[in-house]
Each structure stands twice: as C-alpha cells, then as structure tokens.
C-alpha cells in the first residue's frame, strides 16, 4: 500500500486511495456482560454518557448502566480487562501496572476515564493516596463523566500524613477554579475530607489568568469554529514564542497568514495533529473563498493525515472524527455525495460524546446545514 500511495502523482488519487484505506477498515469486536446475564460477544462499544455505556449490536444502539456491567472486554485495549480483572483478584500491584498503561496511553478519552475510575480505586486499596488524588483530579479537570468521580479515594486518607494531606489539598486546588457544577461540588467534597474543615473552599488566583481570558476573548470573537483541543494551544504554559498565532490568526480569518505562521513548526513531531488541523483549516477557507477544487484536495490530504496516522487500534486521537468531518465537507464541495454520506455517518457516532467535542458539534449542524438544536447552542 505505501508503495501504492507513492507512485500516485495527483492529489484527488492520493485522497481517494487514502479514503478507500478509511472506509475499509475492520470493525472491532468488543464484548460485556451485565450482572446476572450471559455475555454479549461482538459488539461495538461507542463510549460513556451520562453514567451509561453505549454500544451497538446487529439489532441496533443500545446502553446499559456501568453499574450493572460484570465484564468488560475492549478488543483494541485487551490491558484494560486485565487490570480490573486483576483488582478483582486483590492482585493489585498487577492491576495499577496494566490500568496506568491504558490511563497513560490511550488516546480514546472515555476509555481513559474508565481505567482511570479503577485505577484511583486501586491506589487508594494501596494506600497511596497522593497518586489516586492526581488521578481523580484529572478526571474532574477533563469534565469526566460523574460516574468516574463517583467514588473518591478517601480510605487511603486514614494513613496520609500532613505532607501528603497537602500535596493532594494543592491537587485539588489546582482544578477546582476551572470545574464546573457538579465537578466542582465533588472536589469541594473532596477536599473538605481531606484538610478535615467545613469552610468553603477559598477561591484561587490564577498566575496565568490573563492568558486563558486572552484565550477565551479569541475563542468568543472566532470568524471559524475550531475543536477544543485546539482552542487548549492558546492556554498552554511554557510554549516557544510565536508558535500559536497560527490559531489567532485562523481564528481572525487570515487563512494565509495562518499558514505560514504554522510552517515552521510541521517538522516536529510534537502536537503535530493539533498543527495539521490548524493547517487544513486554513487550506479549507482559501478553497472555500476560490472554489477551487486543487485547493480542496490539498486541505483533505492535510485532512487525512490526522485521519490514518493516529487512529491506529482504534485508539483515536481528538482531533480525528473532526477531521473526518473535514473530509466529508470537502466531498460534498467537489460533488461527491456518495463518499459524503458515509464518512458522515461515521462522524455522527464519534461526536455524539458532546464532552469530547463540546465545540465541534457546532461545525457538525453547519456542514449539514441545519440549525443547532437548542438545548446545544450553549456557550
């Protein structure tokens, strides 16, 4: 196939092979078993929502409450099973090996939230509490679903002395001023049983205050929607000078500016989904302006890069139904209805997890040019 690919000259060839790469890819073959019921073999597990695991059989979606769920087996990460099969056991150094290697190292963030949900119970089954409190933390800080905080890691706290009381105190703190709702009243919950007092948790000041609302005034007055996991470059700490004005200048409709600001950085591989989206985008608003068809290949090669470079075991990137949403926009402008309608199918089922794509989805009504739904069109 790599082969293949090099020999085609064309950007409409090299596109079409590489969708015909996409759109033939395996299905997975997931498997769950509730409590008091047989297993469900060759299902396909779609994600978490509203303390529900969504998946799909022959006979069509359905959802079951994770509490009533006995086995799980996830057929591209088969090291989640593992661990909690592990736990169960009581055989939990062997468990906390094979969870932090699924919280670490998947890119699907609701099969993150699971194997994070287990491993701060298995931490805090260790008596390590600093560790279970990181991991809690940054459950909240990514709006996990409220199954995942359901069980805090307090029985380790008995043994945690004053240091450690206060490491995990400034692990909370440092995400509490960014949750919201119910997040937030479990941290504070949190954190009254871990300092031992009734007060209100005291607000913070944030040292990098000015650079999120500089952020957030970028984001507000947008002439594009970007994905949340772009609009998170702009709030980053410690980064070179100059290496995310390409999203300020996107976000400002400079499409050409954008690109050359963003060139430099292409030929380092870190955050390299975030930089070729950025790119693509700005490819799509000049062929958007053009209506040029060579200008909408360029963009969905960009595009696609996202798409079969990390999407690999079916461990997703962020960045990667967005893009898929791309590249069925762009068919749809060269006339391909055909490649539109599947590749829009497969990034309804992705962006149905609104957490994962809390901006996205908007761009989703735009392409199929429908009105938001109301109960969407929030801030």
Same mark, same amino acid.
């Given at each position: 196939?790599?082969?293949?690919l090099?020999?085609?000259q064309?950007?409409?060839a090299?596109?079409?092979c590489?969708l015909?790469?996409?759109?033939a890819?395996?299905s997975?073959?997931d498997?769950?078993?509730?409590?008091?019921?047989p297993?469900?073999?060759?299902?396909t597990?779609?994600?978490?929502?509203?303390g529900q695991?969504?998946?799909?059989?022959?006979?069509?979606d359905?959802?079951?409450?994770l509490?009533?769920?006995a086995?799980?087996?996830?057929?591209?990460?088969?090291?989640f099973?593992?661990g909690?099969?592990?736990?169960?056991?009581?055989e939990?150094?062997?468990?906390?090996?094979?969870?932090?290697n699924?919280w670490g190292?998947?890119r699907?963030?609701?099969?993150?939230h699971?194997?994070g949900f287990?491993?701060?119970?298995?931490?805090?089954q260790?008596?390590e509490p600093?560790d279970?409190?990181?991991v809690?933390?940054?459950?909240?800080?990514?709006?996990?679903d409220l199954?995942?905080?359901?069980?805090?890691?307090?029985?380790?706290?008995?043994?945690a002395?004053?240091n450690q009381k206060?490491?995990?105190?400034?692990?909370?703190?440092?995400?509490v001023?960014?949750?919201k709702?119910e997040?937030r009243k479990?941290l504070r919950a949190?954190?009254?049983?871990v300092?031992?007092?009734?007060?209100?948790?005291?607000?913070i000041?944030d040292?990098a205050?000015?650079?999120?609302?500089a952020?957030n005034?970028t984001k507000?007055?947008?002439k594009v929607i970007l994905?949340?996991g772009v609009?998170?470059?702009?709030?980053?700490?410690?980064?070179?000078?100059?290496?995310?004005d390409?999203i300020?200048? %996107?976000?400002?409709?400079? @499409? $050409?500016?954008?690109? =050359?600001?963003i *060139?430099?950085w292409?030929s380092?591989? +870190?955050?390299?989904?975030?930089?070729?989206?950025?790119?693509?985008l700005?490819?799509?608003m000049?062929?958007?302006?053009a209506?040029?068809?060579?200008?909408?290949?360029?963009?969905?090669?960009?595009?696609?890069?996202?798409?079969i470079?990390f999407?690999?075991?079916?461990?997703?990137?962020?960045?990667?139904?967005?893009?898929k949403?791309e590249?069925?926009y762009?068919?749809?402008?060269i006339?391909?209805?055909?490649i539109y309608?599947r590749?829009?199918?497969?990034v309804? %089922?992705a962006l149905d997890? @609104? $957490?994962d794509?809390p =901006?996205y989805? *908007?761009?989703?009504?735009q392409?199929? +040019?429908?009105?938001v739904?109301?109960?969407?069109?929030?801030?």
């Open positions: 196939m790599l082969k293949q090099m020999t085609i064309t950007p409409a090299l596109l079409s590489c015909a790469v996409l759109l890819l395996p997975h073959a498997s769950l078993q509730r409590e008091g019921f297993l469900i073999d060759g299902v597990l779609i994600g978490v929502k509203d695991l969504q998946y799909r059989t022959a006979a069509g359905r959802a079951v409450d509490t009533e769920i086995t799980l087996s996830i057929d591209s990460v088969p090291e099973k593992a909690v099969d592990a736990m169960k056991k009581g939990l150094r062997s468990a906390q090996r094979s969870l932090e699924v190292g998947s699907v963030q609701w099969i993150r699971l194997a287990y491993l701060v119970q298995v931490y805090d260790r008596g600093v279970a409190a990181a809690y933390s940054k459950l909240a800080s990514e709006s996990a199954h995942f905080l359901s069980k805090a890691p307090v029985a380790s706290l008995s043994e002395d004053e206060t490491r995990i105190g400034e692990q909370i703190m440092a995400v001023k960014d949750a709702g997040h479990l949190y954190h009254r049983q300092v031992g007092e009734d007060a209100p948790l005291p607000e000041d040292p205050g000015r650079q999120v609302t952020a005034d507000a007055k947008s994905p949340q609009w998170k470059m702009l709030e980053l700490k410690n980064q070179p000078e100059g290496k995310w390409a300020t200048l %996107l976000s400002q409709g400079d @499409a $050409k500016a954008s690109l =050359e600001a *060139k430099p292409l380092n591989p +870190g955050d390299l989904p975030e930089k070729l989206f950025i790119r693509g700005a490819q799509l000049l062929a958007d302006q209506k040029d068809e060579k200008l909408y290949q360029d963009a969905g090669l960009t595009f696609m890069r996202i798409v470079h999407d690999r075991n079916g461990q997703a990137h962020p960045l990667v139904a967005p893009a949403l590249v069925a762009i068919h749809k402008q006339g391909r209805e055909d309608d590749l829009l199918e497969q309804f %089922l997890e @609104a $957490k794509y =901006e989805r *908007k761009r989703y009504y392409v199929i +040019g429908e009105e739904p109301k109960e969407e069109d929030q801030p």
